[in-house]
């Protein structure tokens, strides 16, 4: 098999359609180019069974139906996979590499074992900690929604750090902060490579000159916040912001760019605004296409992008404070590990601790300052096109691919 041209066999635990950047983007559209290639095995979304197999352009999409119940997808999605584990030759790929499961990881380290095929593992986020501590939120009376994650997440955790990573021929971690956490196990940092989410510049290129037919935008200072509105980003503390600014700028507007499953929370969200005296202030859209989505940042003053601190989300590789620059928008962001390694390298923004008055400080410091809000814009981009757009991270990605496949393979 030529060493120029890579095939992987790629597990993941994203359902098909996924709108994972780093996979759909990266492993879809940008390594390809690179002679990276990924047949994708998973299991497609039962709400979208239309979606054309063919649509993953990275490879093959080995896809597999799922019922609407909880235990029945996680049962379906292990025996599809595990098949196609089985069924696994050698002269075909030259690695085999899963994301974010361990239990279906140790089945393919003992294959790749076996047939002599490189295993790799790809973390994008510590699944068996989110496990338990989503477990310990729920508590007993949960019954088997707290102990079936509480299990699942002990022992996954124990796989993954104590047989899975130790074992592994390299780990692809979400940021520098998870390699340094990851380490503490055991595993050398040498045999760990960081991955941060990326924007793919192609396409926000397509959009340099939208046109954004939003009445409610007309005369107004505009803030935009683009992602998850789920209780875990306390969007509420936006909210509280927005008090403090709308004193000094009346006409301030928030648009929300997202959304959260969690209708309860939506609507708790709602009538926060209007307890806080801000409902006027803000915009909700909802989840939109993506060159849409960057029609409301391109159209924005400032981005926000709260991410609170914990050992969870600390180890992320945050995708809005990125999107925002390369879209020529200046960033206010909080201290996530991250982020705080992006505004410093970039100049793009002001980091802050998460609180409604250090960003209520700094959205009024900048909105102040036009002239060093256009030398964050031009910051920004540069900053993007040439650390964190896609074809350059699959450019270096694609290089330590290429260095750890064996000769032979």
């Known amino acids: 098999m030529n060493r120029k041209q890579l095939h992987i066999l790629y597990l993941t635990a994203e359902q098909w359609p996924t709108f994972r950047s780093d996979l759909l983007v990266l492993f879809g559209k940008y390594l390809p180019r690179y002679g990276i290639t990924s047949d994708l095995v998973t299991e497609r979304d039962f709400e979208s069974k239309e979606q054309k197999i063919s649509d993953w352009k990275g490879g093959k999409a080995i896809l597999c139906n799922v019922p609407r119940n909880r235990a029945g997808q996680y049962l379906f999605k292990f025996w599809h996979q595990f098949k196609v584990l089985l069924a696994v030759d050698r002269d075909k790929y030259n690695a085999i590499q899963v994301r974010d499961m361990s239990v279906i990881a140790l089945v393919a380290l003992v294959v790749a074992r076996i047939k002599r095929i490189p295993f790799y593992y790809w973390l994008s986020y510590p699944q068996s900690e989110g496990q338990i501590d989503r477990a310990k939120a729920r508590g007993l009376k949960g019954g088997m ?23 592994a021929g390299h780990v692809f971690v979400q940021s520098r902060q998870m390699q340094l956490d990851i380490a503490k196990y055991g595993v050398a940092m040498s045999n760990m490579t960081p991955v941060p989410m990326g924007v793919d510049t192609e396409l926000a290129e397509l959009g340099d000159a939208p046109l954004l037919d939003d009445l409610r935008l007309e005369g107004k200072q505009v803030l935009v916040y683009l992602g998850t509105l789920d209780r ?42 209007e307890k806080l005296g801000v409902s006027s202030n803000v915009i909700w859209t909802g989840w939109l296409p993506t060159t849409q989505a960057w029609s409301y940042v391109r159209n924005a003053d400032l981005g926000l992008s709260p991410f609170p601190r914990s050992f969870l989300l600390d180890s992320a590789s945050p995708t809005k404070a990125v999107e925002y620059m390369a879209l020529g928008v200046p960033v206010v962001v909080n201290d996530n590990p991250d982020q705080a390694q992006v505004i410093l390298e970039s100049g793009a923004g002001v980091c802050v601790t998460l609180a409604p008055s250090t960003f209520a400080e700094a959205v009024l ?26 074809n350059k991270l699959a450019s270096n990605l694609a290089g330590t691919y290429k260095s750890l496949i064996p000769n032979d393979l």
């Open 145 to 167: 929604r707290f102990w079936f994650p509480l299990l699942q997440g002990n022992l996954g955790k124990w796989l993954l750090y104590r047989i899975i990573l130790p074992r």
């Open 232 to 273: 875990v980003r306390k969007i509420e503390i936006l909210f509280q912001m927005l008090t403090l600014i709308k004193r000094e700028i009346p006409s301030i507007i928030l648009v929300l760019v997202g959304d959260t499953e969690d209708k309860d929370h939506r609507e708790w969200l709602k009538k926060q605004t």
């Open 365 to 390: 410091d900048l909105m102040n300052n036009p002239n060093q809000r256009e030398v964050m814009s031009a910051k920004g981009k540069t900053y993007v096109n040439d650390v964190r757009n896609y």
